[in-house]
C-alpha cells in the first residue's frame, strides 16, 4: 500500500496507534506534522483520520486535535443485593441466625472506622442460610451513638442488616472486597475446611457524616459475584 | 402514648415496619384499614402516613397506596481499571511480563465459553508488575476468529489487553470474582505460599455476538478491591 494514499497514511497510524506508540486518550500528531512525515497533503492526512475517527480507532474535536480513542470504560452497576434476596433470586429459602451478640468495646482498628471512641458498640454474628445450607457469615459492629435502639431490637426474623436498612437511612458506604483464609470458627459455621479460601467482602456505612456500622461477610469457597460490564 | 392520636398511630405503625410485619417496598393497609384497626378516623391515620412519609419510612403514590420504603439500592459505579492505570494511581512503576505464549485448543471449558469449537486459540499468560514486585498474574484465551491479527501481535511493552481494547471495540462483558487458593506455579509467580488465599477476577468479553476473549486475574494475598457505594 502507497504510503501517501490516505489508505496508506490510515493503516500506517493505525498500526502505530495498535502499537502502543501513544498512550490510550493521548493526543496524536495533527494533520501538519503528519501530512510532513508522510509527505502529503493536509488533505490526505485529513481523510484519513477521518476515516480512523468513524470505525473507532481516534476521536477528532474541532479545536482539541485527534486523541487515541480512550479506553472505552468498561463499568458495572454494581448492585449490593440484601442476602435475603441473593438466596431467594436463586430459589433457596432464607433464613438467618444470630450466633453471638454482645455490647462491648470494638478492636481499634473497628473503633477508629466507627469512631466510637472509648465508647462500646454493639457486636452481632449472623449466619446466614440457604436452603438450611450456610450462604455466608456476617460479623458486625454497630456505633450505638448512632443508632441506639439497636442495643434493645429484636430482630426476629430480620438479619442485622434488614433492620438496620428499616430503621436508619442509608448515605454513603465503602466496600473493600478480598480473599481471606477460612480460620477454625469461621470455617466450622461455613461448614468447610480450615485454610479454605473464602471470598470476602467488608462493607461500612455512614449517616451523613456519622459511621453507622461496619460489617465483614465471609462466603465459602466456591461462591462467586458475577455481574455484567 | 395513645393510640388512638395521629403520634401514637405513628408510632405504631413505625414498630410493625422496623419489626419486618411487611417486606421492603410491600403495600401496607390503607387508611380504611388501619382507621378500621386503630378506631380512629382516616384523617388521623392520614396525618400518621404523611409523617412517616416525611420521615422517609414509607412512599406514598397518590392512587398506588402506601409501601414501606423499599431498600435504597446501594449500588456501585464499579469501573474495570486497567492494571497499568490501577498501579500507576498508586503511585508505581507499571511492567508486565509475557510467561507464557502459544496457539493451541483450549481447554473444553474455555472453547465452549468462546465459542471456540475444534479450532484452536491463543493462549497467554502475562505477570503484571508494580515497582518490580508482583501485582497480578494474568492467564487469558483470546478467540483468533474474532481476532485473527492477535497471532502475529508484537506486544512490545503492552499488555494483552491494552492491545486488545486498541484493537477490538468492546461491546459487554461478564465479570465474576471470587477467592482461590494459589497452588504450585501460580503461587511461584505471585511470590507467595502454596494454599494462600488469592482474590480473583474471571472477564469475557464480547463484540456484539462474538465471544473476543477470556481472561482470570489472581491477585497476591492482601489485595482489595475498594469502591465506594
Redesign the interface.
Known sequence: MNARTHRGIREAIRAR????EWQ?GELIPGEVEFAEEYACSRTTVNRALQALAEE??VERKRKGGTR?RP??????????P?LREQVEDAGGAYRCEVVDRRIARAPDAIAERLDTGEAKAAYLETLHLADERPFAFETRWINLAAVPQFAE??L???SAN??L???V??T??????????AEGRIADLLGTEE??????M??T?WLDDHPVTTMRLH?P?????????
Chains 1, 2 share one sequence.
Open positions: 496507534i495498535v502499537a502502543g490510550l473507532g480507532m487515541v479506553l472505552p470504560l468498561p463499568q458495572a452497576q454494581l448492585r449490593i440484601l431490637a429484636d426476629g426474623e430480620l434488614e433492620w436498612v428499616r430503621t437511612p442509608f454513603r458506604g465503602e466496600v473493600a472486597l478480598s480473599a481471606a483464609t485454610g479454605a479460601a473464602l471470598f470476602t467488608d462493607r456505612t462466603y469457597p466456591g461462591y462467586r459475584l458475577e455481574f455484567a460490564i
